[in-house]
């Protein structure tokens, strides 16, 4: 199955609201990541997160190992946060490392 | 400053064509690089990976192979393209140990 989902598939806001991202995975992992992905498709790392809070801005991503759950909080937002959130877990060994996407959530901010 | 750069930017190719498209990283020596596809709607799945010159590993099996014939360079290529191969590809890289990924801006591929 779905080793990562996220949630929800797609979401509209008026700018100025606020948004949560959810991210849980069914693996273990390493770390999380997220990621903005841009509408010409290149992605712009927005956290990298093994655990705890970070803050970037308006962003702030929280990961819960223990939970195996990240979400992604949007403050204030803005019609240029409009894209493609991903998140993606990583798996690592001293040889081998795989990055495993969700499928995203859809951002429309409008005026 | 480490950059990292695809090329082409976008491709329109004939069913059973060769392809090869390329990545250059600069300003990172030894890198892990990366191997991204992701069919249009669809999610992003790793294709190849690379830890050192000559050394590629597959993660999924798309008919595609991958070289690093240098440290900063890194080639995706097949000798017959399919319709199923058409969507965007993305090369990356992190460095060793659990740091993050830095993505170049991709590659769209037409295949008709």
């Known amino acids: 199955g779905q080793q990562v989902q996220q949630s929800p598939a797609s979401l509209v806001l008026q700018e100025g609201e606020n948004a949560e991202l959810q991210c849980n995975f069914s693996?273990?992992?390493?770390?999380m990541q997220w990621f903005y992905q841009r509408p010409g498709g290149s992605l712009v790392s927005l956290f990298y997160?093994?655990?705890g809070t970070k803050h970037s801005g308006r962003l702030t991503s929280t990961t819960v190992i223990k939970e195996r759950r990240s979400s992604l909080h949007i403050s204030s937002s803005q019609t240029t946060d409009s894209g493609t959130y991903l998140c993606?877990?990583?798996?690592?060994?001293?040889?081998?490392?795989?990055?495993?996407f969700g499928q995203g959530t859809s951002l429309s901010v409008v005026p | 400053a480490q950059t990292i750069h695809q090329w082409p930017v976008a491709e329109i190719k004939a069913v059973g064509s060769p392809l090869s498209l390329g990545c250059t990283i600069k300003?990172?020596?030894?890198?892990?690089l990366y191997w991204y596809w992701q069919a249009t709607g669809g999610t992003l799945q790793q294709l190849f990976y690379?830890?050192?010159?000559?050394?590629v590993e597959s993660v999924v099996q798309l008919n595609l192979s991958a070289s690093r014939p240098k440290d900063d360079q890194f080639i995706l290529s097949t000798e017959k393209l399919l319709l199923s191969h058409s969507g965007f590809y993305l090369c990356?890289?992190?460095?060793?140990?659990?740091?993050?990924?830095?993505f170049g801006s991709g590659t769209r591929l037409l295949v008709i």
């Open positions: 690379s830890i050192t010159v000559g050394q």
């Open positions: 300003g990172k020596s030894s890198p892990n």
């Open positions: 990356a890289w992190s460095y060793r140990g659990d740091s993050d990924y830095t």
């Open positions: 993606a877990l990583r798996r690592a060994s001293s040889s081998f490392s795989k990055l495993v």
């Open positions: 693996t273990s992992l390493n770390s």
């Open positions: 997160n093994p655990s």
